[in-house]
């Protein structure tokens, strides 16, 4: 049996060996082609049920993040024509200061501008119906509420800011979600920030939660990964002990990701190496070469107040830079899925 080694869906099944994928899948092999065929077509099916379950939050959440975008893209542009905010306040202060040489009418001033080197001369546009006090206060305005706009606006965009990376952590833990609870787990979340109605749900019916995946590395320590923010949370915040390191692509969204510490003895640097590439792995830049992943211990890791579930912020990190394996099966040892079946 053939499954694709990156989105775990089953692509064929034979009685004789399928080399022309290579790394690109992994091999079940058993003794009976029966077991092989129907597996396929039970694990096809279940891919394919849960990708039907999944397509509305997957649209869901692809419609936020472009309108995410594009309202911090306009947000942008308008805190960038706020930058224009010194020159009204210039164009204030020379007024005032040749008050003297202006008359009401005048559809404009040269005056010196002290403000620059060498005082260059500089013409400020006027309003005719103004006198020249209020000309002067007019720009003064303008530099006031452009002052204000840009404090506004810089909020406004580090808070779109951080919904955009939410969200696309979202789109990443939907690629990943595999099991009716997962996919529950991630519909709750966004129910719980406001991008869905919650949906009523019989208490006897409820999904039990989902579990990290484990894997062991090739030296023995355990490494745990979580599924979806919620899981990432409960893994940093309460799985975590302070000596455990966690692991997170640097900023991509990606899993969070705990290597164990053992109090036997100290971590390796392929225990290290290994806990950052399932963290490479198990995030949005799975098929690229030279991710960066930050990690340090967990006692360094801490949650804003009011944070959107996954977000953390840390401390005395260090970064390796590493390339995600091709597939799980063939890197580490994976111990339990942590999904239901």
């Avoid at 719980?192 to 590395?217: C, L, N, V, W």
């Avoid at 000596?243 to 100290?266: M, Q, V, Y």
């Amino acid at each position: 049996l053939l499954t694709n080694a990156q989105t775990e869906k089953p692509m064929e099944f034979s009685a004789v060996d399928i080399r022309q994928y290579g790394g690109l899948a992994k091999v079940e092999r058993a003794e009976s082609l029966a077991y092989l065929t129907d597996r396929f077509y039970r694990e096809r099916d279940r891919k394919e049920h849960m990708a039907h379950r999944s397509a509305h939050l997957v649209k869901l959440v692809a419609t936020n993040i472009e309108r995410c975008a594009k309202k911090l893209q306009l947000q942008q542009k308008e805190l960038q024509d706020t930058k224009k905010k010194e020159k009204w306040k210039q164009y204030g202060e020379l007024i005032t200061a040749n008050l003297y040489r202006i008359d009401q009418g005048m559809e404009n001033v040269t005056a010196d501008n002290y403000f620059e080197e060498g005082f260059p001369q500089i013409t400020i546009p006027l309003d005719t119906r103004l006198s020249p006090s209020a000309n002067a206060q007019k720009y003064f305005k303008k530099y006031n509420k452009a002052k204000k706009a840009e404090q506004e606006l810089t909020r406004q965009i580090a808070l779109a800011q951080a919904e955009l990376v939410y969200l696309e952590s979202v789109e990443e833990e939907l690629d990943k979600a595999d099991g009716e609870a997962g996919l529950a787990e991630i519909s709750d979340e966004l129910a719980e920030q406001g991008y869905i109605r919650r949906a009523r749900q019989d208490k006897k019916k409820r999904q039990a939660a989902s579990k990290p995946m484990e894997f062991e590395t090739s030296d023995g320590f355990t490494i745990l990964v979580g599924r979806n923010n919620k899981q990432n949370d409960v893994l940093t915040l309460k799985t975590g002990r302070g000596a455990d390191l966690w692991f997170h692509t640097k900023n991509i969204p990606g899993s969070h990701t705990l290597l164990i510490h053992d109090r036997e003895r100290e971590f390796t640097e392929q225990a290290i190496l290994e806990a950052a590439q399932l963290a490479a792995f198990y995030s949005k830049a799975k098929s690229s070469a030279n991710v960066p992943v930050d990690y340090t211990p967990v006692k360094n890791v801490k949650k804003p107040a009011g944070a959107k579930p996954g977000f953390v912020i840390y401390t005395t990190n260090q970064t390796a830079y590493v390339t995600p394996p091709r597939s799980i099966d063939s890197f580490v040892k994976q111990t339990q899925k942590g999904v239901d079946l």
